[in-house]
């Protein structure tokens, strides 16, 4: 006799079960999967005790007749594939027969199903534990489906042991739910836990009202449309803008032809846009729908499917990047003013509950004629703060309201400008040092940076380290337009930097540079070396914060933060101004 056998297929369904089935939120998505294949419109998923009780799911779908149930627990049993070709068009969400089979070999489960057709009140009943099927027999039911799965690893201990509490299972079911509500517009979804809702969206709810409902009006609020299309790639969804951004990656969805998915593609394409808007190493949050023919992308890569490869992976990362660029680059992402000025006023404000929320006050406009604007100013550098003359605040407030670019400086640092709904407090550095960073960007792509060469360079003092960093990156930072060259062990001499900061600090910016490098968790690449040079040249070259600005200076950035494709963020993905709307103003004087 062999030593050699072929298991018995319950004992080869509970190793398959294992890549699956891994716990209660996996049964959720195959199941809720399954109704969705089925056409379902209206799916609803109970849960007990975190799922590790009971996973139940009811849907409206087409159900399934006497001849289906039989074999719908059979391994690789499905009605979604026939041939092999089909394997390479697959537009369902499940294919490989194999979820059924391997819940019932770790649980026992009942079906009950009634095909569309089908008499009134006639269905199907279906049971299974233990690899044993009892059925099916005739059973009232309504039509659609329903599938109860109870005691999820029962006959597993060792897996079980691997659960944890109800609440963190249903935590998991609930963000996948989620995922699943939110990339299917047109199908209702209900959630319940021990007998109480948990969640609820109505089949007409487009994403942003599912994205209201579950994530609430902040987030909902705050989305930027993303829309594009390109020889059978379709990019369409919402991003949110950089200030909130998440630790985590719990409202950070990818949909790809209807399959939420966490591939590592999309995700690197997610943060590769938001490039300069946030570099924190925060994950954007976005929904995001990716459609293109099934033939382009294999989805059979992984059991779970959660991974896909796409076959022209270059232009699908070209593609979606572009659309969400330019989806960034028009929206508003100014901080809303709403958060700050709330009805009740701030621990800070609390000891004078009379004092006014800004700490200037609003004079009526007297008709004064605009400030000259001189028509260069807005190419021309800022000039030093020394050079500047003091504002006088009533000159400014008068002026508020009577011109485009009506503004005051608040404690040298902030800059107040009317707006025709409201006005906006705009941080100075942080928007200079965007406008910089855009500018050498622009620069760049139009060919070199220009630079400007010293007859005399200058002298910084740095480590041996740091001296051998900036030495071996020297032709990234070149194209930089930053000419450093070792000079001694200690010391880098700077030849030259870019011709358009303002105010460069040569050793401010020579120290935060070699300190990127040193930082860098693995070795960088040249494109991240250039990306942190230019960052660190422009806020290294900008306005400080307490750098006093006259009226035409003031005039002349926010002239030149127009003229930029984005000047909403600094390049630390800091907003770069908070906006207060009439609205917020009428909230906080108690007037609505
Ligand atoms: P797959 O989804 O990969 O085909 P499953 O094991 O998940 O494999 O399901 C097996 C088959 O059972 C499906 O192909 C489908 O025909 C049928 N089925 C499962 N769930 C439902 C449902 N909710 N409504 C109708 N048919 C279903
Ligand atoms: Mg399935």
Known sequence: MSRIRVLPEILANKIAAGEIVERPASVVKELVENSLDAGARRVRVDLESGGLRLVRVVDDGCGMGRADLLLALVPHATSKLRELED???????????????SI??????????????????????????????????????ERGTLIEVRDLFHSTPARRAFMKTPAYELARCL??????????????????????????????????????RIFGGELADALVPVAAAEGGLRLSGYVAPPR??????????????????KDKLLLRIL???YRGFDDTGRTPVAFLRLDLDPAQVDVNVHPTKSEVRFREERR????????????????????????????????????????????????????????????????????????????????????????PDACVQIAASYIVRALPDGFEVIDQHALHERITYEELRAELARGALEVQRWLVPELVELSR???????????????????????????????????????????????????????????????????????????????????????????????RGRALESDQTCVHGRPTRVRFRLADLERAFHRR
């Open 87 to 101: 394997l390479e068009h697959i537009a369902s969400l499940g294919f490989r027969g194999e979820a059924l089979a």
């Open 104 to 141: 019932a070999s770790v649980a026992r489960v009942r079906v009950v199903s009634r095909e569309r057709e089908s008499g009134a009140g006639l269905g199907h009943e279906l049971r299974a534990a233990d690899g044993r099927i009892e059925g099916p027999h005739e059973a009232g039911a």
């Open 175 to 212: 963000d996948l739910f989620q995922r699943i509500a939110l990339a299917h517009d047109g199908v209702a979804f209900q959630l319940t836990h021990d007998g109480r809702r948990v969640l609820d969206v109505e089949a007409g709810m487009d994403l942003v009202e599912r994205v209201r």
């Open 244 to 261: 909130l951004s998440r630790r985590d990656t719990a409202r950070t969805m990818w949909f790809l032809n209807g399959r939420p998915l």
């Open 271 to 273: 943060k590769e846009a």
């Open 316 to 403: 699908v990362f070209a593609f979606a990047l572009g659309a969400l660029r330019a989806a960034l680059a028009r929206a508003d992402l100014a901080t809303p003013g709403a958060r700050f000025a709330p009805v009740a006023p701030p621990a800070g404000l609390a000891a004078a509950p009379s004092a006014p929320i800004l700490p200037f006050s609003i004079a009526p406009a007297r008709p004064e004629p605009a400030p000259p604007r001189s028509p260069t100013s807005a190419a021309a550098p800022i000039t030093p703060p020394a050079a500047a003359p003091p504002i006088t605040p009533l000159a400014a407030v008068s002026a508020l309201g009577s011109v």
């Open 465 to 559: 380290a740091e001296v051998a960093l900036l030495a071996s990156w020297s032709a990234e930072l070149a194209r930089a337009g930053l000419l450093f060259e070792p000079f001694g062990d200690t010391t880098i001499a700077v030849h030259a930097l870019p011709a358009r900061l303002a105010r460069p600090r040569p050793g401010a910016i020579a120290r935060d540079v070699a300190a990127f490098l040193e930082d860098a968790e693995r070795s960088p690449g040249p494109e991240d070396v250039l990306e942190a040079a230019l960052q660190r040249a422009a806020c290294r070259s900008s306005v400080m914060a307490g750098d006093v600005l006259s009226l035409q200076e003031m005039q002349a950035l926010l002239e």
